[in-house]
């Protein structure tokens, strides 16, 4: 059963953990009820992987998943046969005095020598419904996106040795690109698209309350506050929410009830991954921010 309305899949995700802004459960909810693809865009450790992994445990169905890379060809993603076993096959029929070349040709190409990668296994009408996550696909070659159209408009495959392979029930089809590059037009026409943005603050206290519970509260004003102001810095690499929820669990680990300059200093590793940039916040930088972000948490 796929939510009802915008309300119920923003219950959805929050049941999951998912706290989304009303643009983001709209989304979500017409690409559910269209049955069509969704194209999620965005920074790194914005939160668009997760979307497809409550969605998959909201709607209790097995999450499919294509990590993309440089160079995945159609093997790696859709399927392969398992070349090792027809030629037992055919060795085996040879042995026995089978002289029939087409129909053990017809019998080497069955569903039993075909090996489901993601693509396939997503829309196999004799698996239990799925979520197909193509996660970054900006790191896929250009050409490789051509083998996903099929899948994206119809939900099926077609396998030139075999026939098409349609799903039975279409899979929920989620796309993440972190916008390495620009991912072509005929992708993003079948699908429904939204960039999926930095929280405010208020949405990332909720975050924070929701994947960090044992974090104190003033620790926690102070952490999103400090964060937001971090994130307008010319920085190389921003720090996500992922490493919100990271940075909150380390001071937590150390038992930190509230952020001064030396732990701030201590654990910039946790929140930001670039030499560069901590060398850039550490100290003076990082004083300045804690000021600014303490006086944001302050209360009232």
């Not at 497809?52 to 160079?71: E, H, I, M, P, T």
């Not at 020598?113 to 896929?140: G, K, T, W, Y």
């Not at 495959?157 to 799903?167: D, H, K, N, Q």
């Not at 620009?182 to 924070?208: F, K, M, S």
Request: aromatic share 6%; glycine share 6%; with cysteine.
């Amino acid at each position: 059963m796929l939510p009802a309305s915008v309300a119920d899949t923003a219950s959805l995700l929050a049941a999951g953990g998912y706290v989304a802004d009303l643009a983001l459960a709209t989304t979500v909810h017409l690409a559910l009820a269209m049955r069509r693809p969704l194209f999620l865009e965005g920074e790194p450790g914005t939160g668009k992987t997760e979307i497809a992994k409550v969605l998959a445990s909201g709607l209790n169905r097995r999450l499919v998943r294509l990590q993309c890379y440089d160079g995945m060809d159609l093997a790696a993603a859709a399927y392969e046969w398992d070349h090792a076993r027809q030629l037992m096959a055919i060795r085996i029929a040879e042995a026995s005095g089978a002289a029939d070349r087409h129909a053990l040709a017809s019998d080497i190409y069955s569903r039993a020598f075909l090996q489901a990668r993601p693509l396939l296994s997503a829309i196999d009408p004799d698996m239990p419904p799925a979520v197909l996550l193509i996660d970054e696909l900006d790191r896929a070659d250009e050409p490789f996106e051509a083998f996903l159209l099929e899948v994206l408009a119809d939900f099926q495959l077609s396998i030139p040795e075999y026939g098409t392979v349609r799903a039975a029930t279409p899979p929920v089809v989620v796309i993440t690109s972190n916008r390495t590059r620009e991912v072509h037009d005929a992708i993003r026409r079948r699908c429904l698209y939204h960039w999926v943005d930095y929280p405010d603050a208020g949405r990332e206290r909720l975050i924070l309350a929701r994947k960090a519970p044992g974090t104190p509260e003033l620790l926690s004003a102070q952490i999103v506050a400090f964060v937001q102001r971090l994130r307008g810095e010319d920085l190389f690499k921003l720090p996500g929410v992922a490493e919100t929820i990271d940075w909150a669990a380390a001071l937590v680990h150390l038992d930190r009830q509230e952020l001064d300059p030396a732990a701030v200093d201590e654990t910039l590793g946790v929140l930001l991954k670039y030499q560069d940039d901590i060398a850039r916040v550490k100290g003076a930088e990082a004083a300045r921010l804690l000021g600014e972000a303490g006086t944001a948490a302050a209360p009232g």
